[in-house]
């Protein structure tokens, strides 16, 4: 039986209850003892003594006394609403029952007679002997005023007119001291034998007592009553009165503290140690941060103490804001202000963590004269705590020497401390991997074909790329002919880029003044440390840097803030870890870690992320290996990238006659902020000036700057250890990206257990320890292409000069309304056409031009993954899961030959590419190729002169690519002995239907999907498409109009889209759009009655798909009602998948935030805010697909990690993997078995589990029907049962074109 509260407050979190006992008149006695057992203050070297703060001056004090017990009134009104609930909850799963309890969340002390000489004394002897029946009849007769037998209080009038609100809060506490006279008395009556019965023994013991129904107004709680029980007399009333208070008031904040979790909202924003993370909370932590890593203590001191003074603002600090100070006065060897700090940690009513005790350590290493005593007492002050020394080396972040500050303080009390050798890590408990990671035997995994100098040398060339933070590369259109005007041109726009760097320097610097110098207000946050992070050159190279990227027609303000903002924290993290003195560090056990991936050392039984925990606890000294850098919210990105847009309009000009040099010069802005509607909506925009845009076009400059995260790396990205450490060396990188600005996914992932991370982990790091090399004879096509005005038809996109022109017309003719209506409408799609042919044309710039700086380079593609586990590689431009073009340019870096079976499998996959053998099986697709020899040779050999086949493939250049592979095999002497780097790619049979009919054990739904083995490949969009006809000749045949005139329009290419994605939980509305866009694309389909058909098509593609996959829509209706009511009982969906990675849907409602600056006020719509309720809409549509998606990724990292330990390349594009052509049916063998072993688990029966438990606790606060109806709807929705099929997953196995 589980005993609820009802009735506090979600955000019941004004004051802590010790505190709250400590402001009212509690029991001072209790309290002290419960908090400082052993303390006594006869000691003048007491370091952690508890008093209030002195940092506030008593002059304040009078001045601000009146508005002080203002504030505290209203707090403690606040805090005893919340804090007096009327009922306890015993919850099962199918009912709720309600008890009544009394208020004992808020004790005063009871053993003096001050407290009650105010009471008359019929309402004293009623306190002592309270009678039950009298009470409820004198309560609803004082609710009652005006009726017969009630009873009217009359008040003494004063001179004075209270506030209403003050005569509530004097006629609650009358109320709430009678009730807490009658606990006093019950509790110096009880036996201490009696505490430990429950409230089923307590009606037990009193046969004649009635249960209590939901409108008592009598509340006695289970502990009260059990005292009230087992009558005894007391030898002494004060102190056994102080013991039962103190167990009561243990009872109570344990219960309270237990309750806190029912907030889902509230504790998503919060990590383990209760730091909260809301917008203003990391606001204020990110300005503390910036403070300490300029050394402006003052700032931060102030910011600090202005926030604490204000009871309103002191909740919006957590203890690691106080942390960060404590580290700041620790530099200084301040132990005075570090004490201060501990007891404003107090007063906030927060508990120093383990980060607060090793400032104050490393405070004392730092001093010269510090006494082994005030030593000694921090260290027991720490273990009282429930804390270890060795947890702090654990845990804890250290940067530059603290370690060996605090090693040394320590040292002084306990000369022999040495730290314990730790014990092996956990395993990962999920049963799909413990056979994984308990294998006993000999076990060597993959090497990279490079040697232990090489892999030390390039990690050096990739460390100094990181601090360097930038990259120029030559673009690929270099190879075009400098004419005399682009070197004019160019001449012109170095000197106006000097000039601009000048006026920019000499603003910003200005800027900085004005911002450093308000004097008024110094604890007053601005952005003013945020200029200082950098170098002020660095912000101006920022800002330059950013001019080329707008394009012609603008760009949102926004989106270049943002952008601008990000650039700027990337630098400062990275800046950050040099000045913490990291570098030296991770290039001592980078070099150590590199002797396990070598071809030519013995070492490789251990995982990547096993040798690197392993090196890190073997060095353990010096500064940590990572730093917890606190994301900046995204407000304060997009205000300081704000603030940078606003010194370029401004101080960027240009000469209005530049093309024209003849006249006399007058400056102009270069950039112009305007606005423009977007959706209903209106958008600020910034434009740049069409002189500005001419001179780039004409200059047509050769050298593209990058951020160093945006380029592959040159050595193996570093294994992922935590959720925090991994991926780059010195970039920040997230393990899971996220919606700007949200942190729920981190602080979900950081209080994991860490051991169930290992799986995803070590999945990660497999991916990225890939190694790529370019296809260079494809590349080189490709560039030539694209300098030659691109190909549409092979996705390449053309420049800007071959965009529409803009309609000519007449400013003075008179037009006609329709003919001003067509005008616009054309010049609109001219502008909208111009701005996709300059996004695409850049998209493809950047991707080539990469690939070109690193044609003769061996790179790797660091991966994290988003918020459901599905992977990505962290390069944004040039990686593995681009368009065609990118992937056609990529081969393994190491080789392997061919084998028997090698160079078949290359044919297939060529057949597979070209789409023309879709439904054909395997051998007809060999036979194929052998067929069509001829013209992949042709292809291979004259791809622009002959016959050109490659070119009519639904991947053209892919198919290039192994039409110039298989040329090399065969001509080669030995084809099974030929070395190839040719990815092989395997695809899922519409994976996300082949998931759904795993779970349901859909016979129907698996044949159709291929999971069963059958002679040829079924084909779901073809069965769809049949069935759809099916209906239509039906419809037809009564005379429907859309019916007929669909006939010999229904085709696998109008449903494939619809078909496809309904499983990821597209709605009829997106459905319709998608086949509406097939049917236009049909040059003979009447146009006018297109919307009408797509109307009629997708409702005839769901109706197919119910018939087809009965197991999948009632699977998808299932989870689509338990993340609406989820939803609408105030949380968000939570679950976790079988590898044990939690996962948390961002969705939520609008929260508006108004942003203010110089150049337009912004109101920024902020989606993911977890302190709002979560979107319902938006929370149901997105499970379904969301829990697939989790899936899908579980089933790669499981094939991912066997694959590893098989010794096989692998990498993969979602449900798409890749591996060489020698070791396709590894693959193959691995991919089933681990799908089979995924399925085998009962993951539906885990999750209502899992929801159950996880969503139970979400019980309405107030009694409505219809709230405890939806209550018990959620429960009996969450707990149901799904039937599953008779589908035997052992066949899967079997079946070839599962992935084929």
Request: with cysteine.
């Amino acid at each position: 039986m589980l005993v609820l509260k009802l009735g506090m407050a979600r955000n019941a979190g004004v004051l802590p209850l010790g505190k709250l006992l400590l402001l009212s008149s509690g029991c001072h006695r209790c309290l002290q003892l419960r908090r400082r057992p052993t303390r006594s203050s006869e000691h003048p070297g007491d370091f952690f003594r508890r008093n209030y703060s002195s940092v506030i001056l008593k002059k304040d004090d009078g001045k601000n006394q009146t508005c002080e017990r203002a504030h505290l009134l209203e707090v403690l009104e606040a805090r005893m609403q919340q804090l007096q609930a009327d009922n306890v909850t015993e919850m099962k799963c199918t009912d709720v029952q309600f008890v009544n309890r009394i208020n004992i969340t808020q004790l005063e002390n009871h053993t003096g007679s001050k407290n009650l000489t105010f009471l008359p004394a019929r309402e004293f002897d009623k306190s002592l002997n309270p009678d039950t029946t009298a009470l409820r009849k004198e309560r609803t007769a004082e609710k009652q005023p005006g009726k017969k037998g009630c009873v009217e209080k009359i008040s003494p009038k004063s001179a004075f007119a209270p506030k209403k609100w003050i005569e509530k809060l004097d006629k609650e506490k009358h109320n709430k001291t009678k009730r807490q006279l009658s606990i006093a008395k019950k509790a110096k009556e009880s036996s201490p034998y009696s505490k430990n019965k429950d409230v089923h023994n307590a009606k037990s013991m009193e046969p004649g007592r009635k249960s209590t129904s939901k409108g008592s107004s009598t509340k006695i709680s289970q502990r009260a009553k059990s005292s009230a029980l087992g009558t005894s007399q007391a030898v002494n009333a004060d102190t056994e009165a102080c013991t039962s208070l103190e167990a009561i008031l243990a009872e109570v904040e344990d219960l309270e503290q237990h309750l806190n979790n029912w907030d889902p909202t509230a504790k998503l924003l919060e990590d383990d140690e209760g730091n909260k993370y809301g917008d203003t909370q990391r606001n204020i932590l990110s300005y503390i941060e910036a403070c300490a890593f300029n050394d402006d203590l003052d700032r931060a001191h102030q910011c600090v103490m202005f926030n604490h003074r204000l009871l309103t603002r002191r909740k919006q600090l957590n203890i690691k804001t106080y942390s960060t100070l404590m580290h700041m006065w620790a530099k200084k060897g301040s132990l005075g202000q570090i004490r201060n700090l501990f007891r404003l940690v107090e007063e906030a009513g927060l508990k120093p963590n383990l980060d607060s005790y090793v400032a104050a350590l490393e405070c004392m290493g730092r001093m010269e004269n510090c006494t082994a005593h005030v030593i000694e007492r921090c260290i027991q002050q720490l273990e009282e705590n429930g804390f270890r020394i060795q947890d702090m080396f654990k845990t804890s972040v250290f940067h530059k020497d603290e370690r060996e500050m605090v090693m040394k303080a320590i040292h002084v009390v306990n000369p022999n401390f040495q730290l314990f050798s730790e014990p092996e890590a956990q395993v990962c408990q999920s049963p799909l991997v413990s056979h994984f990671y308990s294998e006993v035997g000999p076990i060597k995994y993959p090497k990279l074909d490079l040697c232990f100098t090489e892999l030390k040398e390039r990690f050096d060339r990739q460390l100094k790329k990181e601090q360097a933070n930038t990259i120029a590369i030559d673009s690929v259109e270099v190879t075009k002919p400098i004419t005399e005007k682009m070197k004019r041109m160019r001449k012109r726009l170095a000197d106006l880029r000097a000039k601009w760097q000048k006026s920019l320097l000499r603003a910003f610097r200005e800027c900085k003044f004005h911002l450093a110098g308000d004097g008024n207000c110094p604890w007053k946050m601005n952005l003013y440390p945020y200029l200082c992070l950098l170098d002020d050159k660095e912000y101006v190279d920022i800002m330059l840097q950013c001019i080329p990227s707008i394009p012609p027609n603008g760009e949102a303000l926004v989106i270049i803030g943002k952008e601008l903002g990000n650039r700027v924290y990337n630098k400062y993290s990275v800046r950050k870890k040099i000045k913490n003195e990291m570098v030296d560090k991770i290039r001592d056990i980078y070099h150590a870690y590199a002797e396990l991936l070598a071809k030519d050392t013995e070492l490789n039984n251990l995982l990547p992320r096993e040798y690197m925990m392993h090196l890190e606890r073997k060095m353990n000294s010096g500064p940590s290996l990572f730093s917890e850098d606190s994301s900046w919210p995204h407000v304060l990105v997009v205000q300081l990238g704000t603030h940078l847009v606003n010194l370029m309009v401004r101080e960027i000009k240009i000469p209005i006659n530049t093309p024209n040099q003849t006249h006399e010069k007058s400056l102009i802005p270069a950039l112009y902020h305007m606005y423009s509607f977007r959706s209903n909506r209106q958008i600020g925009f910034i434009k740049p000036h069409p002189i500005l845009t001419q001179i780039l076009s004409e200059a047509a400059e050769t050298t593209l700057i990058f951020d160093s995260s945006v380029m592959p790396m040159v050595c193996p990205p570093i294994p992922w250890t935590s959720p925090r450490f991994g991926a780059y060396v010195l970039t920040p990188t997230k393990l899971m990206r996220c919606i700007e600005g949200a942190v729920q996914h981190q602080l979900l992932l950081e209080k994991c257990n860490s051991s169930d991370l290992h799986a995803v982990l070590d999945s990660l790091s497999q991916l990225g320890n890939c190694a790529w090399k370019v296809n260079k004879p494809i590349l080189d096509l490709i560039i030539s292409i694209f300098n030659d005005k691109g190909s549409e038809k092979l996705e390449i996109p053309p420049p800007l000069s071959e965009a529409p022109d803009m309609p000519k017309h007449e400013r003075k003719c008179d037009m006609s309304p329709a003919a001003k209506s067509l005008l616009k409408r054309k010049i609109a799609w001219v502008r909208k056409r111009s701005a996709e042919m300059h996004s695409l044309r850049m998209d493809a710039l950047y991707k080539l031009s990469i690939a070109n700086h690193i044609r003769d380079e061996i790179f790797w593609f660091p991966h994290n993954m988003d918020f459901r586990g599905r992977t990505y590689p962290c390069p944004p431009y040039f990686n593995h899961l681009g368009s065609d073009v990118t992937r056609a340019v990529l081969l393994f870096a190491e080789g392997k030959p061919l084998g028997e079976h090698g160079l078949n499998w290359l044919k297939i996959h060529l057949v597979n590419l070209t789409g023309f053998k879709k439904s054909c099986s395997l051998k007809e697709r060999l036979s194929y190729a052998d067929e069509v020899i001829d013209d992949i040779l042709d292809s291979a050999d004259n791809p622009l002169t002959g016959r050109k086949w490659w070119m009519n493939a639904d991947e053209p250049w892919q198919v290039l690519a192994c039409c110039t592979e298989i040329a090399h095999a065969v001509r080669s002497p030995d084809p099974t002995k030929y070395i190839s780097y040719f990815p092989v790619h395997q695809d899922g049979s519409c994976n996300g239907l082949q998931h759904y009919a795993a779970l349901g054990r859909d016979v129907i739904g698996a044949a159709s999907v291929n999971l069963m083995p059958c002679e040829v490949p079924q084909d779901v969009y073809n069965g769809v498409a049949q069935q759809v006809e099916e209906f239509r000749k039906q419809d037809a045949e009564r005379d429907v109009k859309i019916a007929q005139i669909l006939e010999g329009f229904i085709s696998r290419k109008v449903v494939k889209q619809t078909v496809m994605t309904v499983v990821y939980g597209v709605t009829r509305f997106g459905g319709r759009l998608q086949i509406e866009k097939k049917l236009k694309e049909i040059e003979d389909f009447p146009k006018e009655h297109v919307w009408e058909a797509s109307h009629y098509l997708v409702q005839q593609v769901f109706n197919s798909l119910k018939e087809m996959f009965t197991g999948t829509r009632e699977i998808q209706d299932w989870l689509t009602e338990s993340a609406r009511v989820i939803a609408r009982s105030g949380s968000s969906v939570e679950w976790v998948t079988p590898l044990g990675l939690p996962i948390v849907q961002p969705y939520h409602r609008t929260r508006t935030t108004l942003l203010r600056s110089s150049l337009q006020n912004f109101k920024l719509q902020i989606n993911h805010d977890a302190t709002q309720r979560p979107d319902t809409v938006k929370q149901k549509n997105a499970f379904p697909p969301n829990f697939i998606h989790s899936l899908d990724s579980t089933h790669m990292m499981l094939t991912t990690l066997y694959c590893y330990r098989a010794g096989i390349t692998f990498v993969s594009v979602h449900d798409c993997f890749w591996t060489h052509a020698l070791t396709v049916d590894i693959m193959n063998k691995i991919c089933r078995e681990q799908f089979v072993a995924l399925h085998n688990q009962p993951i539906l029966q885990d999750l209502s589990r899992f929801l159950v438990n996880k969503y139970r606790y979400n019980i309405p606060f107030d009694r409505k029907p219809k709230r405890l109806q939806e209550y018990k709807r959620m429960l009996e929705v969450l707990s149901k049962v799904l039937k599953r099929g008779e589908f035997d997953l052992e066949k899967v196995k079997e079946s070839t074109y599962f992935f084929s």
